[in-house]
Nanobody, 124 residues
Framework: QVQLAESGGGLVQAGGSLRLSCAASGRTFSDYAMGWFRQAPGKEREFVAVVNRSGVTTYYANSVKGRFTISRDNAKNTVYLQMNSLKPEDTAVYYC?????????????????WGQGTQVTVSS
């Protein structure tokens, strides 16, 4: 029974930046690895980034590596996705997800809880 709420999406021009936030309910945020996924119209949901429980280890999809940064603040029960140098192909609904693991899962099937998503639209 964990609730996740994404925010920070919007419309931005190519080359711009956005920072997404995901606020988690409860008092055990540090027990979860946190991931970001995205889904564009007509496409499958795809992995974007993940950060482990402590925030030390991260992993990124090749399509966003070098442009996006995932981080977490366990004291605030919040995970972030800083998105720089945005491209039109980044347009999608972005979801955060939580997994009870010490690892860095990249498959959606490993995640236990999901947020409702936030729309990111990048124009050219």
């Amino acid at each position: 029974q964990v609730q996740l709420a994404e925010s920070g999406g919007g419309l931005v021009q190519a080359g711009g930046s956005l920072r997404l936030s995901c606020a988690a309910s409860g008092r055990t945020f540090s027990d979860y690895a946190m991931g970001w996924f995205r889904q564009a119209p007509g496409k499958e949901r795809e992995f974007v980034a993940v950060v482990n429980r402590s925030g030390v280890t991260t992993y990124y999809a090749n399509s966003v590596k070098g442009r996006f940064t995932i981080s977490r603040d366990n004291a605030k029960n919040t995970v972030y996705l800083q998105m720089n140098s945005l491209k039109p192909e980044d347009t999608a609904v972005y979801y955060c997800a939580a997994d009870v693991t010490r690892g860095i899962p990249v498959s959606s099937k490993n995640y236990d809880y999901w947020g409702q998503g936030t729309q990111v639209t990048v124009s050219s």
